[in-house]
């Protein structure tokens, strides 16, 4: 009888462990493992992760839809089913990724607005054709295009360029380029300035400088180069350099993604502006998935959007603290949860109101 008693004690915690201990999740990074923005979306997760006692696993998918599949496929042929995964949609897969994650029941948060509208269609929103996808996490990239070409025309302005010549380099072929480049439409739509030509640099720095090239012989008076990200702005603003160009002066650059080298090359004025604060996505979306697991509320929010701000001369020197992880060590990122803050009516994760909390 008292064998009974202690094996009933032991099942009994071990099924309180299951169901209340640790969680187990998957962070798929699209990119590879020195890639400068996703690894410090990655440097964030990780501290999230220890935060909320979760065990994270991470594979890369090799800057390709592709080779992400195959690598989430490798994972989970390999190891055991995990609580949750993150992942982004990368454009073309029609959800293939997604579909493995279903048909092994892994609850997942999708991140950034990748998909083209046709896609989207096809894949409908969370919890729809995809009863596992808990959420989407994102910023408004049409707004954070129009923000960052809004800066960049002003500043070409104010140095008597009335009607600047802008060109523009996206990333790839995609719903995040897309919705960048119509915020840059849309500005420019109401305001003295010319599209002359978009260009797809495929996130590469230097498909980025041979096309910059390129656009400095094709468009000698051209003043704005507005790229979707900053290594590929980095890499125009060399070219630039290079051709006689003069940032801040004659020519303005921007990008998004708050690399810490553009925020440095910001500080010495050899960039313009960069748009960012999504590089803490990957942490949002873990605190997501553990009220999902843990929170008594079990939130319905499929959809999740964040602010982004943007960096300049004027305030890069506040903002290069707040991408150091090493001065995060004192936040917990337990007071993001609604688990264990009753209080929060919507997530707060707006980079400026962080920026004013914290730093």
Not at 63 to 69: A, Y
Not at 127 to 142: C, I, K, P, T, V
Not at 248 to 267: E, H, P, Q, R, V
């Amino acid at each position: 009888m008292k064998n009974h008693v202690i094996l009933f004690a032991i099942l009994y915690v071990s099924s309180c462990f299951s169901a209340h201990g640790a969680m187990r999740v998957l962070f798929v990074n699209p990119s590879t493992a020195g890639d400068p923005f996703w690894h410090k979306v990655e440097t964030f997760a990780v501290q999230a992760a220890g935060d909320l006692d979760i065990n994270l696993d991470i594979v890369y998918g090799d800057g390709h839809r592709e080779f992400q599949h195959r690598a989430i496929a490798r994972y989970l042929a390999t190891h055991p089913a995990p609580d949750y995964a993150v992942l982004i949609n990368y454009p073309g897969g029609s959800g293939q990724s997604m579909q493995l994650l279903e048909q092994r029941e892994v609850y997942f948060v999708t991140l950034e607005e990748t998909l083209s509208q046709q896609e989207r269609e096809l894949v409908q929103k969370p919890g729809e054709r995809f009863h596992y996808w808990l959420a989407e996490l994102s910023h408004d990239n049409q707004h954070a295009g129009q923000q960052l070409a809004s800066f960049l025309h002003n500043k070409a302005v104010e140095q008597g360029i009335e009607s600047p010549l802008v060109a523009a380099i996206g990333g790839h072929y995609g719903g995040e380029t897309n919705l960048r480049v119509n915020g840059l439409r849309d500005f420019l739509a109401d305001h003295q300035g010319q599209l002359v030509q978009v260009v797809h640099g495929r996130w590469q720095q230097e498909v980025a400088r041979q096309q910059t090239a390129k656009l400095l012989r094709r468009y000698p008076e051209l003043s704005i180069i507005w790229c979707a990200s900053d290594a590929m702005a980095l890499a125009a603003a060399q070219q630039a350099q290079q051709h006689g160009k003069v940032v801040n002066k004659d020519m303005f650059i921007g990008g998004f993604d708050w690399l810490t080298d553009s925020l440095s090359a910001i500080a010495d004025g050899r960039q313009t502006a960069s748009v960012g604060g999504h590089f803490l996505m990957g942490a949002w979306a873990l605190v997501k998935a553990y009220d999902h697991r843990f929170s008594v509320s079990k939130s319905s929010t499929q959809e999740v959007r964040f602010k982004l701000a943007i960096a300049h001369q004027g305030n890069v020197k506040r903002i290069l603290p707040l991408v150091d992880p090493d001065n995060w060590q004192q936040i917990d990122f337990k007071s993001y949860t609604r688990t264990h803050n009753s209080t929060l009516d919507e997530y707060p994760f707006d980079v400026q109101s962080i920026l004013n909390q914290h730093f």
